[in-house]
């Protein structure tokens, strides 16, 4: 079987989150974050963003069109585009730091354990580290609607679930990448 070209559909729906994340972050911070017009504009940003992982995937799979560069590079689009919307909410005073930090360790670990094995071979994405960012993309949404008070539980809950997730599948990529090294 032929190697999947790295310029193909679902490589260029990887780097169109990665274009996207700007935007984002421009319609975010526009009227300082208080406009609901825009922060409707940033939801939706932040949402076509997200729906783009799904449908990389998908195509990758789909069509055969998995590569090497692909596996690298979406999970370092997901964490640009997640990441950008924790901070932009930190910065706005809506999400403590400590969430945004919590996150983000776990994500800049997970990247750099990837390269620390990237000679030894690539660890995809597991199932955990996808609901993971199903999770976050979910309580991120609701932190970005201009919902009312009353919705505070409801994303805290959703947003402490993602954090579960968060720290359990960063623990998981620590023991696959010892026992990928390992194992090499």
Known sequence: MAAAPMLNVANL????????????I???FTADGADPAWRYVATAVFAVAA??????????????LITDFGKIADPIADKALIGAALVGL?????LPWWVTIVIAVRELGVTLLRFWVIR?????????????TLAQVVAIGLYLLPLPD??????????????LLTV????DYVVRAVRLRAAA
């Open 168 to 171: 359990a599948t960063g623990l």
């Open 26 to 28: 421009l319609a975010l």
């Open 150 to 163: 009353a919705a505070e539980p409801v994303r805290w809950a959703l947003m402490g679930f993602a954090l």
């Open 120 to 132: 030894y071979g690539v660890i995809p994405a597991s199932r955990g580290g996808k609901a993971k």
């Open 90 to 94: 930190s910065l706005l005073g809506e």
């Open 51 to 64: 729906l783009t992982d799904r449908v990389d995937g998908w195509v990758a799979r789909k069509y055969g």
């Open 13 to 24: 729906l990887t780097l169109s989150r990665l274009v996207l994340v700007p935007l984002f």
